[in-house]
């Protein structure tokens, strides 16, 4: 059984920090990029960042960059968002997600969230003002 289980979101103040974690299993890790998305009420799902299997690039929407880093740990096929000068902005829903887009369309794909074979079911971020 696939399984995506996202994990450490929270209540957070502005200016803070939060570490969220993907936990992948039933498939193999290797062959899939692992995306982080959010959702905020009101508001379509937006790519927030990537990082690929093969050689660990990574993307980030222009509105974290500077702030959110992403990383895996192939050993225990996890990845990881870590979340730093958090804004109220950035309250939503966030989910990790994974496709198995091919290097070369990778960079301009990566964004749209239906190009994802694989979905974990989110957890809360509240960035208080």
């Known amino acids: 059984e696939v399984q995506l289980v996202e994990s450490g979101g929270g209540l957070v103040q502005a200016g803070g920090s939060l570490r969220l974690s993907c936990a992948a299993s039933?498939?193999?890790?290797?062959?899939?990029?692992i995306g982080w998305f959010r959702q905020a009420p009101g508001k379509e799902r937006e790519g927030v960042s990537l990082?690929?299997?093969?050689?660990?690039?990574?993307y980030y929407a222009d509105s974290v960059k500077g702030r959110f880093t992403i990383s895996n740990d192939n050993a225990e096929n996890t990845v990881y968002l870590q979340m730093n000068n958090l804004k109220p902005e950035d309250t939503a829903v966030y989910y990790c997600?994974?496709?198995?887009?091919?290097?070369?369309?990778?960079?301009?794909?990566?964004?749209?969230?239906?190009?994802?074979?694989?979905w974990g079911q989110g957890t809360q971020v509240t960035v208080s003002s």
């Open positions: 039933g498939f193999t890790f290797d062959d899939y990029a």
């Open positions: 997600a994974a496709n198995s887009l091919k290097w070369w369309v990778v960079t301009s794909r990566w964004i749209n969230s239906y190009e994802y074979d694989y």
């Open positions: 990082i690929t299997s093969t050689d660990d690039t990574t």
